[in-house]
């Protein structure tokens, strides 16, 4: 039980485009997602906290208009990057909390941008 | 968010021996965590420590939440090569908040 699964595993995209990322509980109704990027050889760092049916809460210095966030279902959450540019290139990671239990992380969505 | 004081930053050791690494933090958390991540993937929860002093094991690994509340360790007894990736220790304040987490430790098995 506690599957998270993230849609696409990769994307590469040019500089300008949108890019979306799909972060979904399959076996688990989840009240919190939570979305964290990953640069290579870091640790993994928090953006936002997205509650179901509520907009989502960003971390100091994450662009909310650049980085959109919908929860619209307890199962599926998305991050949309917006006009990607080349230091947007990540590990993007989201992981999903059914009420007040544990987290459990998606595989990761490695985004390259050209 | 805050991030976590997590040693040694890499460990390169020879298969069956024992491996130990730390976490501390500047302020109190009511939950440690340690995860393991392999490349390409997301972490994968190893161990969850709920309360202060309080020792888990889950195999071969064993975890404790430091009795101040500001540390934590997690020890691999006779490693294996698929011991192989990084580790992370997370900190929660409270349960349902969001996870603070270290800088990993990279660990290495050599056969």
């Known amino acids: 039980g506690a599957v998270v699964s993230q849609h696409p595993s990769w994307v590469i995209c040019k500089s300008g485009t949108s890019v979306k990322i799909e972060c979904r509980s399959l076996?688990?109704?989840?009240?919190?997602m939570f979305w964290y990027r990953q640069f290579p050889k870091q640790s993994l760092m928090l953006m936002a906290t997205s509650n179901e049916g509520s907009k989502a809460t960003y971390e100091q210095g994450v662009e909310k208009d650049k980085f959109l966030i919908n929860h619209a279902s307890l199962t599926l959450s998305t991050l949309t990057v917006t006009s990607a540019h080349p230091e947007d290139s990540s590990f993007y990671i989201c992981s999903a909390r059914a009420g007040v239990g544990e987290q459990y992380f998606g595989p990761g969505t490695r985004l390259t941008v050209t | 968010g805050q991030q976590l004081n997590q040693s040694p930053q890499s460990m390169f050791i020879q298969e069956g021996e024992d491996v130990s690494m730390n976490c501390t933090s500047s302020s109190i958390f009511n939950t440690w965590l340690w995860y393991k991540q392999e490349p390409g993937e997301g972490p994968v929860l190893l161990i969850a420590?709920?309360?202060?002093?309080e020792l888990t094991s889950n195999g071969r690994l064993t975890a404790q939440f430091g009795i101040t509340r500001k540390d934590s360790f997690l020890n691999i007894s006779a490693s294996i090569p698929s011991d192989v990736g990084i580790y992370f220790c997370?900190?929660?304040?409270?349960?349902?908040?969001?996870?603070?987490f270290g800088k990993g430790t990279s660990l290495l098995v050599t056969p």
């Open positions: 420590l709920y309360k202060a002093g």
């Open positions: 076996d688990f109704q989840a009240t919190t």
């Open positions: 997370a900190g929660q304040h409270n349960s349902g908040y969001a996870l603070n």
